[in-house]
């Protein structure tokens, strides 16, 4: 804090300074709703299972009971709740960024 070079960056108003322009440039550049990649997973099972597909010249519907159906479904709930964790921890790991 004596040394004439450090002295202006050895103050609490250039860390302040610093502080809140390194957290205006995060706040700009980290997509605040960028949704993963999962939810777009999501969207085409939803559209795959509840839309028709053509057989031949008759439309058959997606059958929700198949077995590849019921273990897609129980695999995007377990990935829903692990984003859910995920979410968590990387609202907490942006809000301590930003504040440190």
């Not at 706040?27 to 057989?55: C, D, M, T």
């Not at 058959?60 to 692990?82: C, F, G, M, N, Y």
Request: a positive charge; glycine letters at 4%.
């Amino acid at each position: 804090m004596e040394h004439p070079i450090f002295r202006n960056v050895c103050n609490k108003k250039w860390a302040t300074d610093l502080r809140n322009k390194l957290r205006e440039f995060l706040e700009q550049n980290i997509p605040k709703n960028a949704s993963p990649q999962i939810f777009h997973w999501y969207a085409n099972f939803k559209k795959k299972v509840g839309l028709h597909r053509e057989e031949g010249n008759e439309l058959a519907r997606v059958d929700h009971t198949s077995p590849e159906a019921a273990e897609l479904k129980e695999k995007i709930l377990v990935l829903q709740k692990h984003y859910v964790a995920l979410e968590g921890r990387e609202q907490y790991a942006k809000s301590t960024l930003i504040e440190s």
